[in-house]
């Protein structure tokens, strides 16, 4: 039987669209919503989120829940992503993910100045300095200056001599002169 190619149902044609309109309006937070930096991929839908809590005008962490609807969008979070987060009132530890903006949007929400400033200082960091390195001479020139225990080097016995059958070769120390 011959292959439909020309037309036929709806979700063929469906099929190849994708979402990404250029002039898809930008989602900004309501109330009981704010503004989040990934910091960390927790697994199971779940995501560690920094944002700054205005009632306690600090930054704060929380566990954020990426809800189904986001990955059928094929919204997918990841370390330093913004996203919009809802709040809880029955759960002061855990928010719900609405959405999540890929680069053009957020660039959007910085030229707008809709980012907090504290939120734009972490979302650089996104994981980049885990091993904190030292950036002061003087703290290299004590490391260095700590005497450092040597290794005692000990020979061990494990030559093993194999017979084959062949009488021994002799040396001599003026044939080892010789040569």
Same mark, same amino acid.
């Given at each position: 039987? %011959?292959?439909?190619?020309? &037309? ?11 979402? $990404?309109?250029?002039?898809? %309006? !930008?989602? /900004?937070?309501?109330e009981g919503q704010e503004y989040a930096v990934v910091?960390? !991929? ?18 704060? #962490? ?5 809800? %189904? &609807? +986001? ?14 987060? @809802?709040?809880? *009132?029955?759960?002061? $530890? ?10 053009? #949007? ?12 504290? !939120? +734009?200082?972490? /979302? &650089?960091?996104? &994981? #980049? $300095? ?6 002061? /001479? $003087? ?20 030559? @093993? ?5 062949? %009488?021994?070769? #002799?040396?001599?120390? *003026?044939? +080892?002169?010789?040569?």
């Amino acid at each position: 039987m %011959p292959k439909n190619t020309v &037309g036929g149902k709806k979700y063929k044609q469906q099929k190849h669209k994708t979402d $990404d309109l250029p002039n898809k %309006p !930008l989602l /900004e937070r309501e109330e009981g919503q704010e503004y989040a930096v990934v910091t960390k !991929l927790l697994g199971n839908s779940r995501v560690s989120g920094l944002f700054y809590d205005r009632e306690l005008k600090k930054a704060r #962490e929380i566990i954020c829940i990426l809800r %189904p &609807g +986001l990955k059928k969008k094929r919204q997918w979070a990841k370390i330093g992503s913004i996203i919009l987060i @809802s709040l809880r *009132d029955f759960e002061k $530890d855990k928010a719900d993910v609405l959405h999540v903006y890929n680069e053009e #949007e957020t660039k959007k929400l910085k030229r707008k100045n809709i980012l907090d400033s504290q !939120l +734009l200082n972490r /979302e &650089g960091q996104g &994981g #980049e $300095d885990e091993f904190g390195f030292l950036d002061n /001479e $003087d703290e290299d020139e004590e490391i260095l200056e700590k005497p450092q225990k040597k290794k005692e080097i000990r020979p061990k016995n494990n030559i @093993s001599v194999q017979d084959f059958g062949l %009488p021994p070769i #002799e040396s001599s120390d *003026d044939e +080892l002169d010789n040569v």
